[in-house]
């Protein structure tokens, strides 16, 4: 009797790839190795990206600028060469309302939930966007009077120099000590190209919608801030001037706030700071 040969296939067959192929696999050197790669090249990448990113809120800030100028522009041709006025005014020392006259942009920054303070500005009928009030760098809320804060963004980071038709006639008492130009045709000292009408506010700052500064000639050598531009924009700020163009300006020295409602000295750092934006404003009734 023959006995069959059968040949007995293992019960797991060994999988075989076509010919010239193999399993790829990475060791644990090679996976140290590529995550190494990963990681340089996210520490290369990422600043790239927040520097993108800080320059494209930069240039938006810029942009609204440039809005509210061509605003500013459009009142002044519709009535008779007469600037927005500027007068809504509070307090240093109490935050509270010192002057509440016609402004370009009424109220408070620090408590405004609502834009209704924009809405019922001077400028708001030549563009109806509120977005263009607020610098998209700032990220500071709304808050209570007591200075709580509210999980809402505030509805604008600009002031208007005082230069710009900027006290109220009505109260002598400030309009005798604070120069400014009532009408377009009447800028000359400084000339339009270097007279500022916008600027980015510090969010510690901001309060009313009026930058104030002590000009040389009317206060001499008295050295504080009253208001205190920005520095959010890579140590500087966005302003605009009155023939219409917008710069960035970069401090020397980070802008610090260091009490709340007080005009705070500025330190020997910061002066050719403070000089640079002192000169940008009318500084005094003498000049033309």
């Not at 109220?107 to 607020?134: F, H, K, M, Q, W």
């Not at 809402?152 to 400014?180: C, H, K």
């Amino acid at each position: 009797m023959t006995q069959d040969i059968v040949s007995i296939q293992p019960a797991c067959p060994e999988r075989r790839l076509p010919s010239g192929q193999s399993h790829a696999a990475f060791t644990l050197t090679e996976l140290l190795v590529v995550l190494g790669i990963v990681t340089i090249l996210a520490g290369l990448l990422l600043p790239a990206l927040s520097r993108a990113r800080a320059q494209a809120r930069d240039l938006a800030c810029q942009n609204h600028m440039r809005q509210l100028q061509i605003c500013w522009y459009l009142y002044a041709g519709d009535h008779g060469d007469i600037l927005p006025p500027n007068n809504s005014v509070y307090s240093l020392t109490t935050g509270n309302p010192l002057a509440l006259g016609a402004s370009w942009c009424p109220g408070n920054a620090r408590l405004d939930v609502e834009p209704s303070n924009i809405l019922n500005g001077l400028l708001y009928p030549y563009n109806r966007s509120t977005e263009i009030y607020r610098c998209p760098a700032d990220r500071s809320k709304v808050e209570t009077p007591e200075g709580h804060p509210l999980p809402f963004p505030r509805t604008r980071s600009y002031n208007m120099s005082q230069s710009v038709n900027g006290w109220p006639e009505f109260d002598p008492r400030l309009a005798e000590i604070i120069p400014s130009y009532k009408k377009l045709s009447q800028i000359q000292s400084p000339p339009p190209a270097r007279l500022m009408v916008f600027l980015d506010v510090h969010e510690d700052a901001i309060l009313d919608s009026l930058f104030g500064i002590p000009t040389q000639q009317v206060f001499g050598d008295r050295r504080e801030w009253w208001d205190i531009p920005a520095d959010r924009h890579r140590q500087g700020c966005n302003l605009s001037f009155a023939d219409g163009h917008v710069e960035h300006w970069r401090w020397r020295v980070p802008k610090v706030v260091r009490a709340r409602w007080v005009a705070q000295p500025v330190p020997e750092a910061e002066l050719p700071d403070y000089r640079r934006v002192q000169q940008a404003v009318r500084q005094s009734w003498d000049a033309p």
